[in-house]
């Protein structure tokens, strides 16, 4: 059996990096027939290539199962912090919950809190770059907002958590790298030196974030629209003005 009749009858997961992979593999066996000639190819042996082709495909399997499993951890943490404080959750409860043993959530994660950076990445870093991007302050405050409220009682859970310090850290993080696409969009062409861009994304950072833990330590008790445009108005141009100041061009 040749090298594409073989990939031919084989199943493989439907995944854009194995279609990829697969088309790699008939145009490069095409291209080494013209070559070298059919009568060539045949005398070669086809075992290396098949092994390495069964072997991608299996890992290829492997990591789509061990990415549903990961989604399904995560799911269940999100629901069991619906539920109940942070401290109060533990790897048994998240296994029994998600129907995993102990061994499984240790293959994923080294502790709980591996656990709940992963998740604050991945759910925050879905909202702050979701499409459209966030043109202006406004927009990202009223993402980080929003959020927050429709995540009430998880993200007290959090806030309310005896490692909260660190969490804070990885919520910094997240917001940071999310500020920063806005300054450089903001400054456009602008010729601005990147050390001013870093400075204003953690000045702009630790001021959202320091809004965002004075209104979770109130009770979030101020109407989110009106705590968003109180933000806004307040910093409304700040950005774009200290971009021009950093090389210049201020205007008048």
Not at 39 to 53: F, G, P, V, Y
Request: charge should be neutral.
């Amino acid at each position: 059996m040749t090298g594409v009749r073989f990939i031919n009858t084989l199943r493989y997961p439907r995944t854009l990096c194995g279609d990829i992979f697969l088309h790699f593999i008939h145009t490069f066996w095409r291209i080494l027939s013209e070559m070298c000639g059919t009568d060539i190819l045949q005398k070669l042996s086809e075992s290396a290539m098949i092994q390495t082709i069964r072997q991608f495909l299996h890992k290829e399997r492997s990591m789509g199962m061990s990415q549903t499993t990961r989604i399904a951890i995560r799911k269940g943490f999100l629901e069991l912090l619906e539920q109940r404080p942070l401290d109060k959750i533990s790897v048994v409860d998240i296994a029994e919950h998600c129907g995993v043993n102990r061994n499984t959530f240790y293959y994923y994660y080294c502790d709980i809190y591996a656990l709940v950076r992963e998740v604050l990445e991945t759910e925050l870093d879905s909202v702050l770059n979701a499409q459209p991007p966030c043109e202006n302050w406004y927009q990202l405050t009223m993402r980080v907002a929003s959020f927050a409220r429709e995540n009430r009682r998880r993200v007290y859970h959090l806030y309310q958590s005896s490692q909260r310090d660190l969490l804070e850290n990885e919520y910094y993080q997240v917001v940071f790298g999310a500020v920063e696409k806005l300054v450089r969009r903001t400054a456009g062409d602008l010729p601005v030196a990147e050390e001013d861009i870093q400075s204003l994304a953690a000045l702009y950072t630790a001021t959202l974030v320091g809004l965002l833990q004075s209104w979770l330590h109130y009770g979030m008790k101020h109407d989110e629209e009106r705590f968003v445009e109180r933000v806004a108005r307040l910093t409304d141009g700040t950005m774009r003005r200290a971009l021009e100041r950093s090389c210049g061009e201020e205007t008048p």
